[in-house]
């Protein structure tokens, strides 16, 4: 198992540009997460997905978009890339809608918009 | 909402000695689980231990404890015998036993440096 990817590793866009961070897992994990880490902090929550289909906000989704057509891929859109997305993002998955299955985190995209 | 609070933005401790780096949360919720994470330079979060609310027993892993008090909100790990390779950010983090959908609320976090 390669466990959660994430591609690309790094990114430098420019101010108005859009992209799509991909996720992927091949664990068969229904829920997945995207959180972002700012530069001395812990990590927040932007989205999250309970199944193929099924999306919802976190506590910071604005300026991104997802979609889970897939079990296994959840990619993350930014439109019009504004230096505040400056940050590095996680994606996460884990087997249940149960605290007790550990969340499995990918290597992080660290994405720099200037 | 639930909030985590690691008071601690950086500690540093010589090798082989113990370190405890702390944790308080607030919630309002009964049932929930606590966790410790390690991020070592290479950015990945990696669990290092986990305690259920419900479970009275401090949790353990190898040189690695939690000590839980429910009541005062408080959840700080303990590291034994500390290596060169414990270096890292630990985050200390919150999720509700009610669904994982919510995700996990994460501190920000207590750099550990273990001097050689």
């Known amino acids: 198992n390669a466990g959660v990817t994430q591609t690309p590793k790094f990114r430098i866009l420019k101010i108005g540009q859009s992209m799509t961070l991909q996720c992927t897992q091949d664990?068969?994990?229904?829920?997945m997460y995207w959180y972002r880490q700012d530069p001395g902090m812990g990590l927040k929550l932007i989205y999250y997905?309970?199944?193929?289909?099924?999306?919802d906000k976190g506590e910071v989704p604005n300026g991104y978009n997802v979609s889970r057509s897939t079990t296994e891929d959840f990619p993350l859109r930014l439109e019009l890339a504004a230096p505040s997305q400056t940050s590095v993002y996680f994606c996460?998955?884990?087997?249940?809608?149960?605290?007790?299955?550990?969340?499995?985190f990918g290597p992080g995209t660290r994405l720099t918009v200037t | 909402a639930q909030t985590v609070t690691q008071s601690q933005p950086e500690m540093s401790v010589q090798e082989a000695e113990t370190v405890t780096l702390s944790c308080t949360y607030d919630?309002?919720?009964?049932?929930?689980?606590l966790f410790w994470y390690k991020q070592p330079p290479s950015r990945q979060m990696i669990l290092v231990i986990r305690?259920?609310?419900?479970?009275?027993q401090n949790a353990t892993e190898n040189r690695f404890s939690v000590n839980f008090q429910k009541a005062a909100k408080s959840f700080s790990l303990k590291i034994s015998d500390s290596q060169l390779g414990d270096t890292a950010m630990y985050f200390c983090?919150?999720?509700?036993?009610?669904?994982?959908?919510?995700?996990?609320?994460f501190g920000k976090g207590t750099h550990l440096i273990i001097q050689p």
């Open positions: 996460a998955s884990t087997l249940g809608g149960n605290a007790a299955y550990e969340q499995y």
């Open positions: 664990m068969n994990h229904n829920y």
């Open positions: 983090a919150f999720e509700d036993s009610g669904g994982g959908a919510d995700g996990l609320t």
């Open positions: 997905s309970v199944g193929a289909g099924i999306t």
């Open positions: 305690q259920e609310a419900y479970k009275q």
């Open positions: 919630t309002s919720e009964n049932n929930y689980y």
